[in-house]
């Protein structure tokens, strides 16, 4: 067995940072003289399953360095959700290609297949190094400050709502806006960021923290209207009502389901259409728009978070060096110091595996409409450098001469 061979490989959604930390991943592991080869499985353990290995040992350093700064994932991913068989399949393949370490760089699943993995490797006496690299958009990992991906989705999600707010201020109606968010609302909130002045939008902010009631959205879109001549809201995907049903199963006549048998959220645009159909009928507001930022967030190019970068890429260095300094399997977490700065730990792969993190309640306004002050003071370092600001006019009325 060949203990210098390496084998990374992408699960998951794409994010605007991952291909840092696959970089990160190569590079760091060609400064230790014990590696002999580094490869990266296609479409993540499907890759894996099939054998369709790349030799990254070739790729010369200039061409990692630009590959790092561009979003997706650039070994290609997968929404496979292996099972025991199934990672013991990946395990198997493994060993036949004399993998030493193996890193996989993905959110709550993807931990939970390097947890099977590393305990069959184990169960078989195999010296197989397993290190859980974090990513996820969702920033839902426990023990994690936050998870690289979300400060690069968070920096476009405030910036969309900061210049959709601009666009509903010039043409006043109602906007409302879904984000990607399942179980934990992060993404959504960080639309507050793109506030600037006291009556800027997001006016309304809904997560899937709290439960979500049509009759009480209505009366809060109304009120709110009645308030400013407008209305800006931001939605989770993954709104739900008191019993747990998502809203989108409520108002949906159809629903698509994903290969887990989860309700299909994402990329329909049917929950802001729905939720803009109820504003027009029952509320009889004329102008009233929606859009759904789907895959948008995910790696949209040219809205990268400078903090995100650089610790994207220090995830999967230090993923290297506590698989070849250390002498545990885990999962990389990031842990905020001072006002802010980074540090990282190598926790328990059963730590993180296959559980959920959602928003804190301090950072959820009693309203259960906004976010408040701690949450704005969490998110504003992670949004990193060069964040664009809106201004208005300081306008100087000029009296009426007719008086009409």
């Known amino acids: 067995m060949n203990a210098g061979k390496i084998l990374v490989a992408q699960g998951g959604g794409p994010t605007a940072v991952i291909n840092q930390s696959l970089v990160g991943v190569v590079l760091e592991a060609r400064r230790f003289g014990n590696v002999d080869r580094i490869y990266g499985a ?38 496979d959700k292996p099972d025991l068989k199934y990672c013991q399949q990946i395990f198997q393949v493994l060993r036949a290609h004399g993998i030493g370490h193996f890193f996989y760089i993905g959110g709550n ?57 601009l666009d509903n201020a010039a043409l006043p109606g109602v906007y409302v806006a879904v984000v990607m968010g399942r179980h934990a609302g992060f993404l959504t909130a960080a639309s507050a960021l793109g506030k600037k002045f006291p009556d800027d939008g997001p006016h309304l902010i809904y997560l899937p923290e ?9 009366g809060d879109v109304k009120t709110m209207y009645e308030r400013h001549g407008r209305c800006v809201v931001a939605v989770s995907e993954g709104i739900h009502d008191a019993s747990g049903q998502p809203v989108l199963a409520q108002l949906a006549k159809e629903l698509e389901r994903d290969a887990h048998g989860n309700v299909q959220l994402s990329g329909s645009g049917a929950l802001a259409d729905l939720l803009c159909e109820e504003i027009k ?14 895959y948008l967030q995910r790696s949209f190019i040219g809205c990268v978070s400078d903090v995100d970068a650089r610790e994207a890429r220090e995830v999967g260095e230090k993923a290297v ?14 842990q905020r110091t001072g006002f802010y700065s980074a540090d990282y730990q190598l926790l328990p792969l ?6 959920t993190r959602v928003m804190d309640d301090a950072f959820i306004a009693p309203s259960g409409t906004d976010v408040t ?9 992670l949004l990193g450098s060069g964040m664009p600001d809106a201004y208005r006019l300081r306008p100087a009325p000029v009296a009426k001469v007719l008086g009409t």
């Open 109 to 165: 699943d993807s931990s939970d297949t390097v947890r099977i993995v590393s305990n069959e490797a184990r169960q078989a006496g195999y010296p197989l190094r397993c290190i859980h690299i974090p990513k996820t958009i969702d920033n839902d990992l426990v023990a994690n400050d936050h998870t690289p991906g979300f400060p690069s989705a968070a920096r476009f999600v405030a910036q969309a709502f900061a210049g959709a707010n």
């Open 350 to 355: 059963e730590a993180v595996a296959g559980k």
């Open 210 to 218: 709290r439960d979500f009631a049509i009759e009480a959205f209505l």
């Open 373 to 381: 002050d701690a949450f704005r003071l969490y998110l504003r370092p």
């Open 281 to 294: 009928a029952r509320l009889g507001i004329k102008r009233v728009r929606g859009d759904t930022f789907g």
């Open 42 to 79: 296609h479409h993540g353990v499907r890759g894996i399953l099939n054998e369709d290995f790349v030799d990254l040992t070739r790729e010369t350093s200039h061409n990692l360095e630009l590959v790092a700064a561009t979003p997706g994932s650039a070994l290609g991913s997968t929404r």
């Open 321 to 334: 060096q506590f698989a070849m300094w250390g002498e545990h399997d885990g999962s990389v977490a990031i």
